[in-house]
């Protein structure tokens, strides 16, 4: 993001005038947009002798809540756990839900196909060295 410096000072004289303009024109580093200098000059005026006007778009804010809920949002995404699994209140008033129920479905779908992986290096070893087995949902019923 660039600036623009305005000067509106009577008694600033054309080669300070100059000297600035070469300094800001300078002065752009990485990832920022150019800036540009003006010089008004203005007998009596009741403006700031010196002014800089920020350029781009500086109505974005790093607003914490709304990074955060979107990184939660993209986490559980990336993972596929259900959130109540997670202990994340959702802030729809739908509720948690049955984390049971969302155990039994995230175990189906998310879990079982990572543990085959596993299973199968039984058979690159030649040998039983990894196994799991079933959950026992009627306890987690209870």
């Known amino acids: 993001m660039g600036y623009i410096l305005v000067t509106s000072d009577a008694g600033l004289t054309p080669e300070q ?54 990184t939660e949002q993209q986490i559980i995404t ?18 948690l839900g049955n984390p049971v129920q969302a155990l039994q479905i995230y175990y189906e779908i998310g879990a079982l ?4 992986v596993f299973v199968e290096l039984n058979g690159v070893v030649g040998k039983a060295v990894v196994g799991f087995s079933e959950p026992d949902w009627k306890l987690l019923a209870a």
């Open 78 to 95: 990336a993972h596929g756990v259900p959130p109540i699994l997670l202990g994340i209140i959702p802030e729809n008033t739908g509720g």
């Open 113 to 116: 196909p990572l543990l085959q």
């Open 17 to 70: 005038a100059d000297l600035i303009k070469r300094k800001v024109k300078e002065s752009k580093g990485i990832g920022n947009g150019k800036s540009f200098y003006i010089n008004i000059p203005r007998s009596g005026s009741t403006r700031d002798p010196v002014k800089i006007i920020p350029v781009g778009n500086i109505g974005i804010k790093d607003d914490f809540l709304d990074i955060k809920n979107e």
